[in-house]
């Protein structure tokens, strides 16, 4: 197969409504679209990424009144946290509509419904006319593409078109919530963030051990988000010389001379999650054997940043 890049939104759509896979950017990271409606084609995104089964997808949408499409009835606390945050990057999970392909599902009987925030994804997804099942549009467990070329890098001949468009601004993938329940549940830290939900809904809370309800989230059970490199999260950054094929990214600065490949040190919490699976990936092109990731404290992004480091990071 040979994988088209355009700038075509017409095109794009087009191919996808002939039960083509699309990768298209959005304010969180690329993702790899299949018309939601068509199993076969959903399936090709599994067979594309190496993707498990039981994984199941985030139904993205142009319009309030697609939900319907894909939901069998909207819980009162989604209608909530819809009002307050659609379009952005938040996922919220609810009853799936009986006519929805399990595929798409992972047969758990829930869907996760995303409004992107993003001029391009959103004139894509109006062309296509229909709600698009889309994960990150990366080889499963590796970091997730915030450029169209880390798409090239991970799915070239996999995929039939690639959407250009600028790199993510946000860089981590959408907040997950469970609205299933009498609260919201966090499966997913994003950037919008716990506090950011409560002071719409109150009663949002993280999830925990005791609940039941996780793996209706993507990005939850499987490995995820690690490069070829190993992952360490450090306090600070090291104090020890001579070692060969280390990066370093944090918001403390280095002493000289201390790393050899990569330094990344962003002027805030937001833009180290930002350029995180950037700076990843970035490191396996330079040959890096470790990286080096600054802990953060846990309010706001950073949750979220910490969540997809641990999740990265390696066993050690």
Same mark, same amino acid.
């Given at each position: 197969?040979?994988?088209?890049?355009?700038?075509?939104?017409?095109?794009?759509?087009?191919?996808? +409504?002939?039960?083509?896979?699309? *990768?298209?950017?959005?304010?969180?990271? #690329?993702?790899?679209?299949?018309?939601?409606?068509? !199993?076969?084609?959903?399936?090709?995104?599994?067979?594309? &990424?190496?993707?498990?089964?039981?994984?199941?997808? /985030?139904?993205? /949408?142009?319009?309030?009144?697609?939900? @319907?499409?894909?939901?069998?009835? /909207? !819980?009162?606390?989604?209608?909530?946290?819809?009002?307050? #945050? #659609? !379009?952005?990057?938040? %996922?919220?999970?609810?009853?799936?509509?009986?006519?929805?392909?399990?595929?798409? %599902?992972?047969?758990?009987?829930?869907?996760?419904?995303?409004? $992107?925030?993003?001029?391009?994804?959103? @004139? #894509?997804?109006?062309?296509?006319?229909?709600?698009?099942?889309?994960?990150?549009?990366?080889?499963?467990?590796?970091?997730?593409?915030?450029?169209?070329? @880390?798409?090239?890098?991970?799915?070239?001949?996999?995929?039939?078109?690639?959407?250009?468009?600028? *790199?993510?601004?946000?860089?981590?993938?959408?907040?997950?919530?469970?609205? %299933?329940? =009498?609260?919201?549940?966090?499966?997913? $830290?994003?950037?919008?963030?716990?506090?950011?939900? &409560?002071?719409?809904?109150?009663?949002?809370?993280?999830?925990?051990?005791?609940?039941?309800?996780?793996?209706?989230? !993507?990005?939850?059970?499987?490995?995820?988000?690690?490069?070829?490199?190993?992952?360490?999260?450090?306090?600070?950054?090291? +104090?020890?010389?001579?070692?060969?094929?280390? *990066?370093? /990214?944090?918001?403390?600065?280095?002493? =000289?001379?201390?790393?050899?490949? $990569?330094?990344?040190?962003?002027?805030?919490?937001?833009?180290?999650?930002?350029?995180?699976?950037?700076?990843?990936?970035?490191?396996? &092109?330079?040959?890096?054997?470790?990286?080096?990731?600054?802990?953060?404290?846990?309010?706001?992004?950073?949750?979220?940043?910490?969540?997809?480091?641990?999740?990265? *990071?390696?066993?050690?």
């Amino acid at each position: 197969m040979n994988t088209i890049v355009t700038q075509d939104v017409e095109l794009a759509a087009a191919t996808l +409504k002939e039960g083509g896979l699309v *990768a298209f950017p959005t304010e969180t990271v #690329f993702g790899l679209g299949a018309s939601a409606f068509q !199993p076969n084609a959903v399936s090709r995104i599994f067979q594309a &990424k190496n993707r498990p089964q039981d994984n199941p997808l /985030i139904v993205h /949408i142009a319009h309030r009144n697609q939900i @319907a499409e894909v939901c069998e009835v /909207i !819980p009162e606390a989604a209608r909530v946290l819809i009002d307050a #945050f #659609f !379009p952005g990057p938040l %996922t919220l999970v609810v009853p799936a509509a009986p006519t929805l392909p399990s595929v798409v %599902t992972a047969s758990l009987g829930t869907v996760g419904i995303r409004m $992107p925030d993003h001029d391009v994804a959103n @004139a #894509f997804l109006r062309a296509c006319g229909e709600p698009v099942a889309a994960p990150s549009a990366n080889r499963s467990g590796r970091p997730s593409p915030t450029t169209w070329e @880390a798409v090239m890098d991970d799915l070239d001949g996999r995929v039939d078109v690639i959407l250009r468009g600028d *790199a993510s601004r946000v860089g981590l993938e959408s907040t997950v919530v469970d609205c %299933t329940g =009498k609260e919201p549940i966090i499966l997913r $830290p994003g950037s919008i963030s716990l506090e950011d939900l &409560k002071m719409v809904h109150p009663g949002t809370r993280m999830s925990d051990a005791a609940d039941v309800v996780s793996h209706r989230s !993507p990005g939850t059970r499987h490995r995820h988000y690690r490069p070829e490199a190993d992952v360490v999260v450090v306090s600070s950054p090291s +104090k020890t010389e001579g070692r060969s094929g280390y *990066a370093y /990214i944090g918001l403390e600065s280095p002493e =000289k001379g201390l790393y050899d490949g $990569p330094i990344r040190v962003p002027g805030d919490v937001s833009t180290y999650a930002r350029d995180l699976f950037h700076f990843f990936r970035t490191c396996e &092109k330079a040959g890096i054997n470790r990286i080096e990731c600054q802990r953060v404290g846990l309010e706001g992004m950073g949750r979220a940043l910490m969540d997809r480091l641990q999740r990265a *990071a390696s066993p050690e």
